[in-house]
């Protein structure tokens, strides 16, 4: 499998819009080892020829013309992406499709809670149905997932994971923020000789998650904070982590808890950290935390990072 990071950020991208924090700033001018990231997606392909894209970026367009391997090759009109997968209904994960609006065929995979989300908004019905199937996923079963003419070769089973609702749905969800089991979902890919996972969004480790995660080649896991009350920390925000439904990685109480910890006892070959917050001071490549988060045996994503399996 070829597995393209589109976007490496979490919503707003590194540096966010409008974020004058000292590492955004740093971002803004492009210092060494602050690089700018955008808005968390990545592509797989079995073949190198036809992809399969997971979540679809604000930053669709940008991040496409950064990849060749995702240019149109054929015809007036073509694209090599054949099939789409959505991880939730947040706004950095759905927001890119009305970039995919130009009457191109693809299927598009979800929960039925998330195309639920989809439905609800009339804008997405720009993605005309003769020409984008939307296609549920159920939990826990198998999809093969098929492009125009043959099967992508990419097996994926969706699993629920600790989440919340979209932020934009907040007001609808009668308090229960959490939502149900297919709020939030990770996927195990495969080609049949190798798989991985990606959960860029998640808010708790749990023992069927720790059962999935053990002994996989490769995990892309949610990196959004370093630390539970960061955005409070920095000045720019009264959420903490486990309020936006995302774990922290460093723990209450530092290195031995969060993310570090829980992963320490599983048996993963390579550990990369995606959807990071701009106020996450992984983003700058010579931070105590990152070479932290180094002697734990992770990395961080970076956008165009290509990864082989």
């Not at 149905?129 to 099967?151: C, Q, W």
Request: net charge negative.
């Amino acid at each position: 499998m070829r597995i393209l990071v589109l976007g490496a950020a979490a919503g707003g991208g590194y540096p966010q819009w409008n974020c004058n924090t000292p590492g955004s700033q740093r971002a803004w001018r492009e210092e060494a080892g602050h690089k700018r990231r955008t808005q968390a997606s990545i592509a797989v392909s079995a073949d190198n020829e036809r992809w399969l894209l997971i979540n679809a970026s604000p930053d669709f367009r940008q991040q496409i013309l950064a990849q060749p391997a995702l240019w149109p090759k054929h015809d007036l009109r073509h694209s090599p992406i054949e099939a789409v997968l959505l991880t939730s209904g947040e706004i950095d994960h759905i927001a890119g499709l009305l970039s995919m609006r130009e009457r191109q065929r693809f299927d598009l995979w979800a929960s039925s809670r998330v195309l639920d989300v989809l439905g609800q908004n009339p804008i997405f019905d720009s993605l005309h149905p003769d020409y984008v199937a939307r296609k549920a996923m159920s939990l826990d079963t198998p999809i093969e997932v098929a492009g125009h003419d043959a099967p992508l070769g990419l097996r994926v089973t969706a699993f629920s994971v600790p989440g919340k609702v979209p932020l934009f749905m907040e007001s609808r969800a009668n308090g229960n923020l959490q939502g149900g089991d297919e709020e939030t979902v990770g996927l195990e890919i495969s080609d049949g000789r190798e798989r991985f996972l990606y959960i860029p969004g998640c808010a708790a480790m749990t023992d069927d998650l720790r059962r999935r995660l053990h002994g996989a080649s490769l995990v892309l896991f949610d990196g959004t904070l370093w630390r539970d009350d960061e955005m409070v920390r920095a000045g720019v925000g009264s959420k903490t982590g486990a309020r936006m439904g995302h774990m922290n990685i460093a723990g209450d109480g530092g290195e031995d808890g969060g993310t570090l910890a829980a992963f320490a006892p599983l048996d993963v070959r390579r550990k990369l950290f995606i959807h990071l917050n701009t106020t996450n001071p992984l983003l700058d490549d010579h931070s105590p935390e990152r070479a932290q988060a180094r002697a734990h045996g992770w990395e961080v994503a970076e956008d165009g990072m290509e990864l082989q399996l």
